[in-house]
């Protein structure tokens, strides 16, 4: 049973443009979210978290915002630079450490 | 500094083998999880070490496979009679001490292909 979707398995946008990826969960439990970013043949690197009682955290060019009501998490990335095409996954987390992600969506940023 | 290795970065074997996949997390680093990551799928959860012990396996799909870390240091990952089933990237990823907002930092993986 999948916790943590993404349901765009890609996505392309232009250069200077936003990028929003989406994530949707089902465990009202989570309390801790996380986005990471992967390049081909290595692992996931840490982006961006929020935690269950805020709505938004803003790093840079990211942000995250979380709508609990909708069990919902986006990831805001402005503007898109041709190196932010990599995949990127949603992360949640439930207990202490366990965490749950998504399938991930690949993103293209055109030049 | 160096960062979470893992070896081999590619391991092929034939069904009912037996694999040892090995994590090298970064010093100091007490916390240490292992992930299972299938074609088109996200990372899954397997272990969980803090220092020598695992705090939590329930991730661990059967009896077939375990992980240790005797020193606290490097961990390994023991799959017996290897199942097709199995093929995956296991990834491993360490943080500085297991607080669960630490940042995870993820080694390369290490492919797994079950023939």
């Known amino acids: 049973d999948q916790q943590v979707k993404q349901n765009s398995p890609s996505l392309s946008v232009q250069e200077g443009r936003i990028s929003i990826l989406n994530c949707d969960y089902t465990n009202s439990m989570f309390d801790y979210f996380l986005w990471y970013k992967k390049y081909p043949a290595e692992g996931p690197t840490f982006l961006i978290s929020i935690s269950s009682i805020k709505d938004k955290n803003e790093d840079g060019r990211f942000t995250v915002f979380l709508n609990k009501s909708a069990k919902h998490l986006s990831l805001h990335i402005v503007p898109s630079q041709p190196g932010d095409s990599a995949v990127y996954f949603c992360?949640?987390?439930?207990?202490?450490?366990?965490?749950?992600f998504g399938t991930g969506t690949s993103l293209t940023v055109i030049p | 500094g160096a960062g979470v290795s893992q070896t081999p970065s590619n391991k092929v074997t034939e069904k009912g083998k037996y694999v040892e996949l090995r994590c090298d997390p970064i010093s100091g680093h007490t916390a240490l999880y292992w992930y299972r990551q299938s074609l088109g799928q996200g990372p899954e959860f397997l272990i969980y070490?803090?220092?020598?012990?695992?705090?939590?396996d329930s991730g661990l799909p059967n009896d077939r496979f375990f992980a240790v870390r005797p020193e606290g240091s490097v961990s390994t990952l023991k799959i017996q009679r290897t199942e097709r089933g199995d093929s995956a990237v296991y990834l491993c990823?360490?943080?500085?001490?297991?607080?669960?907002?630490?940042?995870?930092?993820f080694g390369p993986g290490t492919r797994l292909t079950v023939l």
């Open positions: 990823a360490s943080s500085s001490s297991g607080t669960s907002t630490d940042t995870q930092y």
């Open positions: 070490f803090q220092g020598t012990g695992a705090a939590d």
């Open positions: 992360a949640a987390r439930v207990k202490r450490n366990q965490f749950y």
